[in-house]
């Protein structure tokens, strides 16, 4: 019921025009609806997220860049090589094009214009949804979040290498602020019961999560966790914040992409009061 009330209120907000006034009036009344609060208070890290959205940087060209899952590779493999990108088998520019294609045993399907948006294959007797893949090439992510950086992205499908020949890897994503890694989330059990769990740099667990439940177990911290670090770093230097995503076994490294805005800036926190904790994590020393 919550979900459904959500997209309807999103589809009422979808009548704004869309242009820069639009745009803002969509980022205010949704923060307000999803936050329950005016942008601009203290210590809140999901309103500096909402001046992120809401100012001019949307536009910055990098941003849409690297927004776009086949160009990102582009910008990894400028900074700091090739070999930390997931193998690319395919990029597609139309529906026609893809269906053509005999996919291997196993890849990962996803459309580099959108977000959140995948399709694993992981053997010759899965069956792969075409409709669901044939309406990627019609959608533009801008026109569900109003997020600027996607406006003008081309829609493509890219298949892609399986990540350590699984669809359940966990995530490590560090939260970079001005060139210096502040805090990692790690997703766990993303396709069944999605949670999570934060350290700061340290590996000091921190106590809150944002959209997901937080995760009641102890997570080692990867032994090449300072490798993770640096590669985040210099990936993050050309930006105000970002968010570096990785896949590791403890050796090898991918990195899956770079995150302007988590959650599309709209992320609750939990518990609601730990915001100030995430705050301080982002902002701090």
């Known amino acids: 019921m919550k979900k459904s009330l959500k997209n309807f209120f999103k589809q009422i907000l979808n009548f704004l025009p869309h242009n820069r ?10 923060y307000i609806y999803s936050q329950k609060k005016l942008p601009g208070g203290d210590k809140s890290l999901s309103s500096y997220f909402y001046q992120l959205k809401s100012s001019q940087i ?3 060209p990098l941003l849409a860049f690297v927004s776009d899952k086949e160009f990102v590779k582009h910008y990894i493999t400028s900074k700091i090589g090739s070999k930390y990108c997931v ?3 395919k990029v ?5 094009e893809f269906k053509r294609f005999q996919l291997p045993k196993s890849c990962c ?14 053997s010759d007797s899965d069956k792969i949804d075409h409709n669901k893949i044939k309406g990627w090439f019609r959608e533009n992510y801008y026109y569900l979040s109003r997020e ?41 059990d993303r396709w069944n019961n999605h949670t999570r ?21 102890e997570y080692p911290k990867p032994k090449n966790y300072q490798k993770l670090i640096g590669l985040a770093e210099e990936l993050s230097k050309d930006f105000e914040f970002i968010r570096v995503d990785f896949y590791t076994d403890n050796e090898q490294i991918f990195i899956g992409e770079l995150t302007n805005l988590p959650e599309a800036g709209n992320g609750n926190f939990l518990p609601p009061e730990s915001e100030a904790d995430a705050y301080d994590a982002l902002f701090g020393s």
């Open 21 to 30: 006034l639009g745009n803002r009036i969509f980022y205010l009344v949704y």
């Open 58 to 60: 949307g536009f910055n």
């Open 87 to 89: 193998p690319t088998i």
């Open 92 to 96: 597609f520019n139309s529906y026609n």
């Open 109 to 122: 399907i996803k459309p580099t214009h959108l977000s959140g948006q995948v399709v694993f294959k992981t």
């Open 148 to 188: 600027k950086n996607y406006k003008f992205l081309t829609p493509k499908v890219i298949v892609e290498e399986l990540i350590f020949n699984k669809s359940d890897n966990e995530d490590l994503k560090f939260f970079c602020y001005k060139g210096r890694v502040k805090f990692i989330q790690i997703d766990l």
């Open 197 to 217: 769990i934060y350290f700061d740099r340290n590996w000091m667990k921190l106590n809150f999560s944002i959209s997901k439940q937080i995760a009641d177990l």
